[in-house]
């Protein structure tokens, strides 16, 4: 391996396995191929450190040659098959075995498999120190497996990504698993009926109704299924759900015989949101909108509808500092998106258009002033949140992720030097106005929106305590996109992303 790594000049792509492919190895592998040009790497090898009972090591299936057609015809590059002898010398004493953080590995599959997960650390650490690869794909299926993972990348500052996919299932709806193999037809009807209990569980929290745990158990029972366990968690600290969180883990463990089987669905209010603001000039817009049609998310341009409003009382000379005027005149508007014949976004005020006329540099000296009266906000806030009820959106501004959406997902804030957004304004041909503008006139202008923005007394513009700061002086647009849909893609499951 260490030859072969010498004479390799791409990136890696690993994908490791334990032998016994079957269709959800097979798309680990193809998405590899498919995400991008590295070389992709398969590795098999069946980890001793991971049995806790001799006969199941023993019994594990082993299909080699089957194992290696099918990888070569999927998208491998070479395979990598090495002994115990080989992944754990005797006698070595550099070789560093590993414990699972308790926090993650007591729970779940933790609890009646003891040591395992320090298994799975030890043999991963192990094999990503001999390939040392960029990417590392795993499966949602193990999903605890997948946690504990990130967190050794983590804590060991591996310089790895993980990507993962969502849990492939076969024709009757079970999960794939290489233990599928010794499956009874009754065994495939529990598992099949424990997975389906665990979808309908999905169906009725969709519709208002809370997870019920002993019901469930009751049902399982009836059909003479031996439950390991069946837990409703948070899905990244593996403790108790708590009725506030929107994304919520009900898994559960079930014995088919002398095969043991996992199964685990993703409950969810509402699609999850992700909450991008910063300072005018940092690239929200652009980021925001490339992000959403990437992701395939509805964007949300606050900013727009705070524009929209001013531009609409400025053109009806309305005096907006006499509030019951305002009041009134609020009650009246309606704001608008639609997209366009050119796939952007149209924005519409009271059925008028003005996508344009909202870029001006007239708007943009007198929006931060309009966007701090407190009716203003009050009534774009709540025009944004009824928006947002049913997430799966992406959404852009100055108080977002700390007014708006402060349960978003994921929090971003966006930011650049003065010097950067005002060479990025003058070089922007959607704003003829900033054109026009001497470049130091211009930073003036950022400063003094900066500070409006910040020193406002309603929503000023800060970072949440768990947003993520981006400073992008010296990045593309898409790298800045690119870092971001990594983040979405870390923090969310897959499962949760195409429903």
């Known amino acids: 391996m260490e030859n072969w790594r010498k004479n390799v000049n791409n990136d890696i792509n ?113 094999l990503l120190n001999i390939i040392k690869p960029k990417n590392l794909y795993l499966g949602e299926k193990d999903w605890q ?124 209010k509402r699609r999850p949101i992700i909450a991008i603001d910063g300072p005018a000039g940092s690239g929200k817009s652009t980021v925001t909108k490339l992000i959403a049609e990437k992701l395939k998310l509805l964007y949300l341009d606050t900013g727009a509808m705070y524009r929209a409003l001013s531009w609409l009382l ?41 996508t344009e006329e909202i870029r001006s540099q007239e708007i943009s000296s007198i929006v931060s002033k309009i966007s701090s009266i407190k009716e203003v906000r009050n009534f774009l806030v709540e025009e944004q949140r009824k928006i947002g009820e049913s997430g799966g959106l992406v959404a852009e501004g100055r108080d977002i992720g700390t007014t708006v959406f402060p349960d978003a997902e994921i929090k971003i804030f966006l930011t650049a030097s003065i010097d950067e957004r005002a060479k990025r304004r003058k070089s922007d041909k959607n704003s003829k106005d900033s054109q026009e503008i001497d470049l130091h006139a211009l930073k003036r202008l950022i400063e003094k929106r900066d500070f409006e923005d910040s020193n406002r007394e309603i929503s000023p513009l800060i970072k949440a305590n768990d947003a993520i700061e981006i400073i992008t002086d010296g990045y593309s647009i898409n790298e800045v996109v690119d870092k971001i849909i990594d983040l979405y893609n870390d923090k969310i499951p897959k499962e949760t992303q195409f429903k």
């Open 314 to 354: 400025i053109k009806e000379n309305i005096d907006y500092k006499k509030e019951k005027k305002l009041q009134n005149i609020l009650q009246n508007i309606s704001i608008a998106f639609k997209s366009n014949k050119n796939a952007n976004q149209d924005v519409f005020i009271n059925n008028y258009c003005v």
């Open 145 to 268: 497996q997948l946690l504990i993972l990130k967190n050794l990348v983590l804590t060991k500052k591996l310089n790895v990504a993980i990507k993962s996919i969502p849990t492939q299932r076969d024709f009757d709806g079970i999960p794939l698993s290489s233990r599928n193999i010794h499956l009874s037809k009754n065994d495939r009807k529990l598992i099949k009926f424990f997975s389906n209990e665990l979808f309908e569980a999905k169906n009725n929290f969709k519709q208002g109704k809370n997870i019920n745990l002993k019901e469930i158990i009751k049902k399982l029972s009836s059909e003479k299924i031996s439950i390991e366990y069946l837990e409703h968690l948070h899905p990244y600290t593996l403790k108790k759900a708590r009725t506030e969180d929107n994304i919520s883990l009900l898994a559960g463990a079930i014995r088919c015989g002398k095969t043991r089987l996992i199964d685990h669905v993703f409950l969810m």
């Open 14 to 126: 690993f994908i490791p396995t334990m032998g016994n492919l079957h269709n959800g190895h097979i798309k680990l592998i193809s998405t590899a191929k498919n995400d991008n040009q590295n070389i992709n790497l398969v590795s098999i090898f069946v980890n001793p450190l991971q049995f806790n009972n001799r006969l199941d090591l023993k019994n594990y299936p082993k299909t080699i040659n089957n194992d290696i057609k099918i990888s070569f015809a999927n998208g491998a590059d070479a395979i990598f098959i090495p002994s115990t002898e080989d992944i754990y010398p005797p006698n070595n004493k550099n070789i560093e075995f590993l414990k699972a953080p308790k926090e993650l590995s007591s729970t779940l599959c933790g609890l009646d498999r003891i040591g395992h997960f320090d298994g799975v650390c030890t043999v991963v650490y192990r």
